[in-house]
C-alpha cells in the first residue's frame, strides 16, 4: 500500500468528512479537539476534486484494442464541446463509443441525450435528442456535482481500499432502493438519474459506485448475475481490483434503508466468488456488460476471479467506524468491538 501523509493530518481530515457527511459509518472516537481540528481544516486543507473527463475501466483494455478507447475518448472531448462528430478508426470501435451500455456506465450524463448518426471514413456522427445548449448545460452541472460529491468524500493521499470504503459508506447511508422505478420515469439515464435522485435498482447502484471509484482512479466495473442456475435471481453489483487484489461490492444488499441495523454492514464490502456462490450467484453466471459475450468465463484475456481474502472481515461484522489516519476499521460482529488494521 503506498506511503502515507503524515498520520496527524489523515486523521484530522478524517474528522471533517465525518462532520460534512454524516454517513452510517462514523469516524472512531479521538481525544483531539473536533470542533477545533475541523475549522482548520475546512479552512486550509478541504481539497478541490476535478472532474475526469476519460474514465475508461481497465478491465476493458483486456478485451478491446486501444482504438476502442481512444475513439471513446474523442467521443468525450466532442460532447464536451457540443460536437456532432469525434475521430474513430473502425466501425466497431463506433458501435462501442455509441452503445447505451457504454455511455450509461463510462459517461453517464451522455446516456439518452445522444443517439448514434453513423460512421464513415474514419469520423463518428452522433445526433443530440435536446437541443445541445440544453445538453451542455446538463453535461456542466453533471460535472460540478461529481465533483462536489467526491471532494467533500476523497482525499488526495488515500488508499484504493479507503476510496473503496469512503464512498461504500456514501452509497449505503444516502441512497435508497427504487421501489417506484423513479429513475425509469426521468429523461435520464439510468446512472445519471440515480447520481441525481440516490436511488435506483441494483444495476443503476452497481454501475454508479463503479463509475465513481473510477472517476477517483480505483480500477472497477459493473458486473451482473441473472440468477438462472438458482433461485437469486438477477442481480447486479460491482467488481474492483485494489493493490492487484480483486474483490466483488454489493452496494445494493448493504443499503442501510434495507437492513435493521442503522450501521454499515461490511457483509457486501471486498467479497470474494465463494461469497458470491454462497449468496447464490456462481461465477460461471457473472456477467459484465460492458465485454463481448457478457460472460466473464469467455473473457480470454482476463479472469474476472475474486479469490482474495486479505481485507475480507468476519461474516455479521458493521461498521461503527474507520480512521484513515491510522489505516483502521471500526466494526463490530459476534464477539464485540474490533478494530482491523488494514495497512
Avoid at 427504487?178 to 446512472?191: H, R
Amino acid at each position: 500500500m503506498k506511503q502515507k501523509a503524515d498520520s496527524k493530518l489523515k486523521l484530522a481530515t478524517s474528522l471533517l468528512i465525518a462532520a460534512l457527511t454524516l454517513t452510517g459509518c462514523e469516524t472512531a472516537n479521538v481525544t483531539t479537539n473536533t470542533t477545533e481540528t475541523t475549522q482548520a481544516i475546512s479552512k486550509s486543507q478541504t481539497e478541490q476534486f476535478e472532474f475526469n473527463l476519460h474514465v475508461y475501466s481497465v478491465f476493458l483494455e483486456s478485451c478491446y484494442s486501444e482504438e476502442y478507447k481512444e475513439a471513446f475518448f474523442n467521443l468525450c472531448d466532442a460532447l464536451s464541446e457540443g460536437k456532432d462528430n469525434f475521430t474513430c478508426a473502425s466501425q466497431e470501435a463506433y458501435d462501442f463509443c455509441t452503445d447505451p451500455v457504454t455511455l450509461n456506465q463510462l459517461y453517464p450524463v451522455a446516456y439518452k441525450q445522444i443517439s448514434a448518426e453513423g460512421f464513415k471514413d474514419g469520423t463518428g456522427y452522433i445526433t443530440y435528442e435536446i437541443p445541445v445548449e440544453e445538453y451542455l448545460i446538463k453535461q456542466t452541472q453533471f460535472q460540478k456535482d461529481v465533483e462536489d460529491v467526491l471532494g467533500r468524500y476523497i482525499r488526495s493521499d488515500y488508499s484504493d481500499l479507503e476510496k473503496c470504503l469512503v464512498l461504500y459508506d456514501y452509497m449505503t447511508s444516502e441512497y435508497q432502493f427504487d421501489y417506484l422505478d423513479n429513475v425509469g420515469k426521468t429523461n435520464d439515464g439510468d446512472c445519471y438519474a440515480c447520481f441525481n435522485l440516490k436511488q435506483g435498482i441494483c444495476s443503476d447502484l452497481g454501475t454508479l459506485y463503479a463509475y465513481l471509484l473510477m472517476q477517483c482512479g480505483v480500477n472497477a466495473i459493473e458486473v451482473e448475475n441473472s440468477g438462472t442456475a438458482s433461485s437469486a435471481g438477477f442481480h447486479a453489483w460491482t467488481y474492483v481490483s485494489i493493490e492487484g487484489k480483486n474483490y466483488h461490492i454489493d452496494v445494493t444488499a448493504a443499503l442501510i434503508s434495507e437492513n435493521t441495523m442503522p450501521k454499515v454492514s461490511l457483509d457486501y464490502f471486498l467479497m470474494t466468488d465463494r461469497d458470491r456462490d454462497a449468496a447464490g450467484y456462481v461465477y460461471d453466471e457473472l456477467e459484465v456488460p460492458l465485454i463481448p459475450g457478457k460472460l466473464a468465463k469467455y473473457c480470454s484475456n482476463y479472469q474476472f476471479i475474486a479469490d482474495d481474502t486479505t481485507y475480507r472481515l468476519p461474516e455479521g461484522s458493521y461498521c461503527t467506524g474507520y480512521d484513515t489516519g491510522k489505516d483502521t476499521i471500526f466494526y463490530k460482529d459476534s464477539e464485540g468491538e474490533n478494530e482491523f488494521v488494514y495497512a
